[in-house]
């Protein structure tokens, strides 16, 4: 996040986790969709690995967008951003190694809080089928090098392993992920509320939830997540899935009529979309630096 008021996301993040209640995170794909979040009044955004591959490579969650274009997609939010962005990191692109120099970069990049998940690489998608895991005690090592290697910045571990494994299997690792020193733990595609009340009796660690429309976790309120005992929830794929279908409409209405459409309900106005991205804000920067003073000059020289 742009640094305004000079502290970082990352302490702005942990400050407000000691507040018992729930933070919500849309998810963004994009500078534009992570305005938006910020812009509706939400506390953090979420970076989604899922929409950012869809975003730039136009290519499915399949382990395809490479760790230095995940980094610059989260730099590039945080130079617009006022709020704590948390992210995506995937399988970490490698070993410890590998892991302990992603999390510098994603810090670098200005990074709240990122999630490591323990799938096999490459991975997928958390709500797709098929997917596998790397042993725990493999993982476990793979956190001991994102926590070394922060100096602020959160860690969170995730399990997949409730895919391939039973519920035990999924708190095991957890605990063991907990105790490597992740700050935060996540288990995704859990598949019922009583599944996510395990998890989120878990002691000694913050606890975080994911809501995918159309996915394997059942739809609940922020208040009934946090009530199971969880700190975050994201909502990372529902803005895409809005982006994409009212681009589809758009695009057969023109496509059908061959005119722009007079539906423009479900539009911005032209001045509303300006003022979305800033142009206020650069419209004052310029008249601070009298560039109108300077073009005047040059039109009489």
């Known amino acids: 996040m742009r640094n305004t008021g000079g502290t970082s996301g990352a302490k702005l993040l942990r400050e407000r986790l000691k507040n018992p209640a729930i933070i919500m995170a849309p998810g963004c794909y994009d500078c534009l969709s992570a305005r938006l979040v910020e812009q509706a ?25 490479t760790m ?26 490698g070993n410890p190694l590998n892991v302990y120099r992603t999390v510098r970069e994603f810090e670098r990049a200005g990074m ?11 991975k997928r998608c958390g709500h797709m089928e098929k997917k596998a895991v790397i042993p725990m005690e493999e993982h476990v090592e793979k956190i001991r090098a994102a926590v070394e290697a922060r100096d602020d910045m959160l860690i969170i571990a995730r399990t997949d392993c409730r895919a391939t494994h039973d519920l035990d299997e999924v708190v095991r690792r957890l605990e063991a992920y907990r105790d490597a020193g992740a700050d935060i733990i996540y288990a995704d595609a859990l598949r019922s509320a009583d599944e996510m009340r395990v998890v989120g009796s878990i002691p ?6 994911n809501q995918v429309e159309f996915g ?19 909502y990372p794929v529902g ?28 539009m911005t106005t032209f001045a ?3 003022k979305i991205v800033g142009m206020d804000a650069l419209v004052a920067m310029e008249s601070s630096y009298k560039v109108d003073e ?3 000059r040059l039109k009489q020289d």
């Open 41 to 65: 009044g939400f506390e953090a955004a979420f970076m989604t690995g899922f929409g950012a591959s869809g975003s730039i490579l136009g290519q499915p969650d399949y382990g395809l967008m």
């Open 272 to 274: 509303e979309y300006n």
């Open 239 to 266: 803005t895409i899935f809005t982006a994409a279908r009212a681009m589809q409409t758009m695009l057969a209405q023109l496509k059908e009529k061959r005119r722009m459409t007079e539906d423009t309900a479900q």
């Open 112 to 122: 709240a809080a990122v999630h490591l998940e323990d799938q096999v690489f490459p």
């Open 216 to 234: 394997k976790t059942p739809p609940l309120s922020a208040e009934e997540i946090q009530a199971l005992g969880f700190s975050i929830v994201i």
């Open 204 to 209: 000694g660690v913050y606890k975080f939830a």
């Open 68 to 93: 230095n274009e995940m980094a610059t997609v989260c730099a590039n939010m945080n130079a617009v951003l006022n709020i704590p962005l948390l992210g995506d990191i995937d399988t970490g692109y």
């Open 294 to 296: 300077y073009k005047s």
